[in-house]
């Protein structure tokens, strides 16, 4: 599977063209799939209005909305209770996974629950997130950015990717989300980590991460 991992979308002009690279023909000739699950576990975004958004492609950050050719909706709650045949095939044939931004925690949750964690590796399609859905593909997240408690507690999630995000540098909206909060923050990881503003994606193919930026990020080394 290729990563596009962002921290607000599809925004600009760099990220949007590393997407239309990795999936290999254009945006309206492909298919995709969009993962909501994440934001109910987070008090700002879901069930609200902003889940709604997500899914019908009227987004502040643009992912759903840019033009596919076809959007499905993969809602990760409701696969343990339909048989796998009905959903495994769609998400083998799509063409790439777009994951909102919520609760990392209560996503990797459903996405171990409904067997979708245990897909992905095998993917050949495009996966790209924002915010936690970046930030669930990583080997933890470190406490700064728990807040939906899993059963059996900690901050860890999918180590798809070998090293940690810190989303959301430097945003208006966030201020404590600044470079001396993620050096904090960093200190704590075990591995690599990135600190990315919004204007900033890690695009991984085969292991090789580039950094995708118009605007500001930093890489912490252990």
Same mark, same amino acid.
């Given at each position: 599977? $290729?990563?596009?991992?962002?921290?607000?979308?599809?925004?600009?002009?760099?990220?949007?063209?590393?997407?239309?690279?990795?999936?290999?023909?254009?945006?309206?000739?492909?298919?995709?799939?969009?993962?909501?699950?994440?934001?109910?576990?987070?008090?700002?975004?879901? #069930? +609200?209005? $902003?889940?709604?958004?997500?899914?019908?492609?009227?987004?502040?950050?643009?992912?759903?909305?840019?033009?596919?050719?076809?959007?499905? *909706?993969?809602?990760?709650? @409701?696969?343990?209770?339909?048989?796998?045949?009905?959903?495994?095939?769609? !998400?083998?044939?799509?063409? !790439?996974?777009?994951?909102?931004?919520?609760? @990392?925690?209560?996503?990797?949750?459903?996405?171990?629950?409904?067997?979708?964690?245990?897909?992905?590796?095998?993917?050949?399609?495009?996966?790209?997130?924002?915010?936690?859905?970046?930030?669930?593909?990583?080997?933890?997240?470190?406490?700064?950015?728990?807040?939906?408690?899993?059963?059996?507690?900690?901050?860890?999630? =999918? +180590? =798809?990717?070998?090293?940690?995000?810190?989303?959301?540098?430097?945003?208006?909206?966030? #201020?404590?989300?600044?470079?001396?909060?993620?050096? +904090?923050? @960093?200190?704590?990881?075990?591995?690599?980590?990135?600190?990315?503003?919004?204007?900033? @994606?890690?695009?991984?193919?085969?292991?090789? !991460?580039? *950094?995708?930026?118009?605007?500001?990020?930093? =890489?912490?080394?252990?």
């Amino acid at each position: 599977m $290729k990563f596009l991992l962002t921290s607000g979308g599809i925004n600009n002009k760099s990220i949007h063209d590393a997407l239309v690279d990795m999936l290999g023909k254009p945006i309206a000739e492909s298919n995709a799939l969009c993962i909501p699950t994440e934001m109910y576990g987070h008090p700002w975004v879901g #069930p +609200r209005v $902003k889940a709604w958004q997500f899914i019908s492609g009227k987004e502040e950050n643009p992912m759903v909305g840019l033009g596919w050719k076809s959007v499905g *909706v993969l809602e990760l709650t @409701a696969l343990p209770s339909i048989d796998e045949n009905r959903w495994i095939p769609l !998400v083998q044939e799509t063409d !790439v996974l777009l994951v909102s931004g919520g609760d @990392a925690l209560y996503l990797c949750h459903w996405m171990h629950q409904s067997g979708l964690a245990d897909l992905l590796p095998s993917l050949n399609s495009v996966y790209v997130g924002m915010s936690a859905g970046s930030m669930v593909m990583t080997p933890k997240i470190g406490e700064y950015f728990v807040g939906w408690d899993p059963p059996g507690g900690g901050d860890e999630t =999918l +180590r =798809l990717v070998d090293f940690s995000i810190f989303p959301h540098l430097d945003h208006e909206m966030l #201020p404590g989300n600044t470079m001396a909060a993620a050096e +904090r923050w @960093a200190a704590e990881m075990q591995g690599p980590a990135y600190a990315i503003d919004d204007q900033t @994606a890690i695009k991984v193919v085969d292991g090789a !991460v580039e *950094v995708l930026s118009e605007g500001n990020w930093r =890489l912490f080394t252990p």
